[in-house]
């Protein structure tokens, strides 16, 4: 059986958009290496950082009172340079001239998609923790940030209800989630909305219409629709326009949520799932783990290979759905 290597160095860096709990994470992956004797470097500016070798000495003291605060200290950036084999040799040569033995990379689909083209070119080990407001990572139940992005949304449609009863307005509120459409149902079930447009359960205009129209003749004075940002027919300002040219006495508003639901800082939730991983993490590396993501499924720890955890598809509950129609009447 072929000896483990020891490790004496690891880096740790965050790629991709921020997401709230990844200082949490930092934080964790630090102290637990410096609990288990080992030196720590954090890469700045994700990618570029790790190509430029831009990196800083961490010790327990440089992630002290950092848990609660969103963003992440190390920055946090998207890398063209990367992408290309010049860029990756550049980077190995610099983790192996600071005697790096081991990455921890806090990141979501495209920072995962990274780690694995460059560990198929070179023998140094890293392990990933999910990070992504999205929710769409394979292989755990929740990614570092979801939590934090669905109490931000569902905060901020309870604001917007508060208008559109108080003017009988019907408000499209579009929120993140690029492709899949887990922010929208969430918020849209917890702020009592009366449709949820969603990528993986289509409900074209047409039948929005109807449903709208039967709110209309039940004389619900405001109504509020969530359209997740990768729907099919379009975002909120496209379907407004639509459902407008339908009922032009009814008074319409939009509202886009963007980046407030990435920033801020992360909830209970957030911060420990982020603990928990960072520890994982670190764990992993030195347990001889290598080139997977670790993730919680059912308050179990899994570790699952990078391409996996990004090419499986996860499962999206459209029970919940029917509950939201059950609901709105």
Same mark, same amino acid.
């Not at 949304?153 to 917007?160: L, R, S």
């Given at each position: #059986?072929?000896?483990?290597?020891?490790?004496?160095?690891?880096?740790?860096?965050?790629?991709?958009?921020?997401?709230?709990?990844? !200082?949490?994470?930092?934080?964790?992956?630090?102290?637990?290496? %410096?609990?288990?004797?080992?030196?720590?470097?954090?890469? $700045?500016?994700?990618?570029?950082?790790?190509?430029?070798?831009?990196? %800083?000495? #961490?010790?327990?003291?440089?992630?002290?009172? =950092?848990?609660?605060?969103?963003?992440?200290?190390?920055?946090?950036?998207?890398?063209?340079?990367?992408?290309?084999?010049?860029? $990756?040799?550049?980077?190995?040569?610099?983790?192996?001239?600071? !005697?790096?033995?081991?990455?921890?990379?806090?990141?979501?689909?495209?920072?995962?998609?990274?780690?694995?083209?460059?560990?198929?070119?070179?023998?140094?080990?890293?392990?990933? =923790?999910?990070?992504?407001?999205?929710?769409?990572?394979?292989? +755990? &139940?929740?990614?570092? @940030?979801?939590?934090?992005?669905? !109490?931000?949304? $569902?905060?901020?449609?309870?604001?917007?209800? &508060?208008?559109?009863?108080?003017?009988?307005?019907?408000?499209?509120?579009?929120?993140?989630?690029?492709?899949?459409?887990?922010?929208?149902?969430?918020? @849209?079930?917890?702020?009592?909305?009366?449709? %949820?447009?969603?990528?993986?359960?289509? #409900? &074209?205009?047409?039948?929005?219409?109807?449903?709208?129209?039967? @709110?209309?003749?039940?004389?619900?004075?405001?109504? =509020?629709?969530?359209?997740?940002?990768?729907?099919?027919? @379009?975002?909120?300002?496209?379907?407004?326009?639509? /459902?407008?040219?339908?009922?032009?006495?009814?008074?319409?508003? *939009?509202?886009?949520?963007?980046?407030?639901?990435?920033?801020?800082?992360?909830?209970?939730? &957030?911060? *420990?799932?982020?603990?928990?991983?960072?520890?994982?993490? /670190?764990?992993?590396?030195?347990?001889?783990?290598? !080139? /997977?993501?670790?993730?919680?499924?059912?308050?179990? +720890?899994?570790?699952?290979?990078?391409?996996?955890?990004?090419?499986?598809?996860?499962?999206?509950?459209?029970?919940?759905?029917?509950?939201?129609?059950?609901?709105?009447?």
């Amino acid at each position: #059986m072929k000896k483990q290597k020891k490790i004496n160095c690891i880096a740790v860096i965050c790629s991709g958009g921020d997401a709230p709990g990844m !200082n949490a994470a930092i934080r964790a992956v630090v102290r637990t290496a %410096i609990f288990n004797g080992i030196l720590v470097k954090g890469v $700045m500016r994700g990618f570029e950082g790790l190509i430029d070798g831009d990196f %800083i000495d #961490m010790d327990s003291t440089s992630v002290s009172n =950092i848990i609660q605060l969103g963003g992440t200290i190390l920055k946090s950036a998207r890398s063209k340079r990367f992408l290309t084999e010049k860029g $990756m040799k550049e980077a190995h040569e610099q983790l192996v001239r600071n !005697n790096i033995g081991g990455v921890i990379i806090i990141g979501g689909n495209g920072s995962l998609n990274g780690a694995k083209n460059f560990t198929s070119r070179f023998k140094i080990p890293w392990v990933a =923790i999910p990070k992504t407001i999205d929710n769409d990572l394979y292989g +755990t &139940d929740y990614c570092i @940030g979801y939590d934090t992005a669905i !109490n931000t949304a $569902m905060q901020a449609i309870d604001k917007i209800k &508060d208008t559109a009863g108080s003017h009988d307005r019907l408000f499209f509120v579009e929120v993140m989630g690029r492709d899949a459409g887990f922010i929208a149902l969430q918020t @849209g079930i917890a702020s009592g909305a009366e449709a %949820i447009l969603v990528p993986e359960a289509g #409900m &074209d205009t047409t039948r929005l219409i109807s449903l709208l129209g039967k @709110g209309w003749a039940r004389k619900k004075s405001s109504m =509020i629709v969530v359209v997740a940002e990768g729907n099919a027919e @379009g975002g909120a300002f496209k379907i407004a326009k639509k /459902v407008k040219e339908k009922f032009t006495h009814y008074e319409i508003g *939009v509202c886009v949520l963007g980046h407030i639901q990435r920033g801020g800082s992360p909830t209970c939730l &957030d911060r *420990v799932l982020a603990s928990e991983l960072g520890v994982r993490a /670190v764990e992993a590396l030195l347990n001889g783990k290598h !080139n /997977v993501m670790v993730g919680e499924v059912h308050k179990e +720890t899994v570790y699952t290979t990078f391409d996996k955890a990004i090419s499986h598809k996860i499962s999206f509950d459209k029970s919940l759905l029917s509950i939201l129609e059950k609901l709105s009447v």
